[in-house]
T-cell receptor, first 114, second 112 residues
Framework: SAVISQKPSRDICQRGTSLTIQCQVDSQVTMMFWYRQQPGQSLTLIAT?????????ESGFVIDKFPISRPNLTFSTLTVSNMSPEDSSIYLCSVGSETGNTIYFGEGSWLTVV | QKEVEQNSGPLSVPEGAIASLNCTYSDRGSQSFFWYRQYSGKSPELIMSIYSNGDKEDGRFTAQLNKASQYVSLLIRDSQPSDSATYLC????????????FGQGTRLTINP
C-alpha cells in the first residue's frame, strides 16, 4: 500500500488566518483526494486534486476557501483560508489507483480554530 | 436519497457474537466497495474491499456484495472489544467525476 504523510498532524489556528496542509506519497498515484471530517461526522469530499490542472471541487466547496495544488504525482497541498471555528475538522488526504480499487488515507491533519 | 446509507447505530454486540453492518448505495455503476474502521482520534483504516457479487472473507471479517440489490455488508465473527469503533462504508462512484463516497458510519460497541 502507498505510504501517505501529512503535515501538520495537528495545529491550533487563530480565526482569520490560513493554513496549508501538505500530503506526500511515497509512490506516483493518479488519483488524490482531500476530505474533511467534522466532529462526530463522516467524511465529506472537498475536491479531487488533479495533477497539472485545477482541482475539481464538490458542491459546497470553493477554490477561494480551499485552494489546492498538485504539482506532481506524489505531492499535493490543501490550504484552508480565512479560518473560522466552523473549519475545525480533520482534513484527510487520500490516494487511489486509477480504477479505484484501492483507496488509502493519510493520518489526517487535526485543525482547531480558536 | 443519500448516495451511501448505513444503519446509523449505535450497535451493541456481546463479545464473541457476530456483528452485522449494512450499507446501501445509489450508483448502479459502482464497481468498488470498501469498509473502513475508524477508532476515536484516528484516521480511517481500510479493512475490506470487495468488487464482485458474493462473499469475501479475511480472517474474522466477511464482506458481502449484492449489486442487484445495491447492498453491501460486513460481518465480524467472534467480536472482540478491540473491534469497538466506527465502521464506514464507502463506494467508489463512477457516474460523473470518479470519487469515493462515504456513508455516515455505524458506531459499534463490543461488550465484554
Amino acid at each position: 500500500s502507498a505510504v501517505i504523510s501529512q503535515k501538520p498532524s495537528r495545529d491550533i489556528c487563530q480565526r482569520g488566518t490560513s493554513l496549508t496542509i501538505q500530503c506526500q506519497v511515497d509512490s506516483q498515484v493518479t488519483m488524490m483526494f482531500w476530505y474533511r471530517q467534522q466532529p462526530g461526522q463522516s467524511l465529506t469530499l472537498i475536491a479531487t486534486a488533479n495533477q497539472g490542472s485545477e482541482a475539481t471541487y464538490e458542491s459546497g466547496f470553493v477554490i477561494d476557501k480551499f485552494p489546492i495544488s498538485r504539482p506532481n504525482l506524489t505531492f499535493s497541498t490543501l490550504t484552508v483560508s480565512n479560518m473560522s471555528p466552523e473549519d475545525s475538522s480533520i482534513y484527510l488526504c487520500s490516494v487511489g489507483s486509477e480504477t479505484g480499487n484501492t483507496i488509502y488515507f493519510g493520518e489526517g491533519s487535526w485543525l482547531t480554530v480558536v | 436519497q443519500k448516495e451511501v446509507e448505513q444503519n446509523s447505530g449505535p450497535l451493541s454486540v456481546p463479545e464473541g457474537a457476530i456483528a452485522s453492518l449494512n450499507c446501501t448505495y445509489s450508483d448502479r455503476g459502482s464497481q468498488s466497495f470498501f469498509w473502513y474502521r475508524q477508532y476515536s482520534g484516528k484516521s480511517p483504516e481500510l479493512i475490506m474491499s470487495i468488487y464482485s457479487n458474493g462473499d469475501k472473507e479475511d480472517g474474522r471479517f466477511t464482506a458481502q456484495l449484492n449489486k442487484a440489490s445495491q447492498y453491501v455488508s460486513l460481518l465480524i465473527r467472534d467480536s472482540q472489544p478491540s473491534d469497538s469503533a466506527t465502521y464506514l462504508c464507502a463506494v467508489f462512484e463512477i457516474q460523473g467525476a470518479q470519487k469515493l463516497v462515504f456513508g455516515q458510519g455505524t458506531r459499534l460497541t463490543i461488550n465484554p
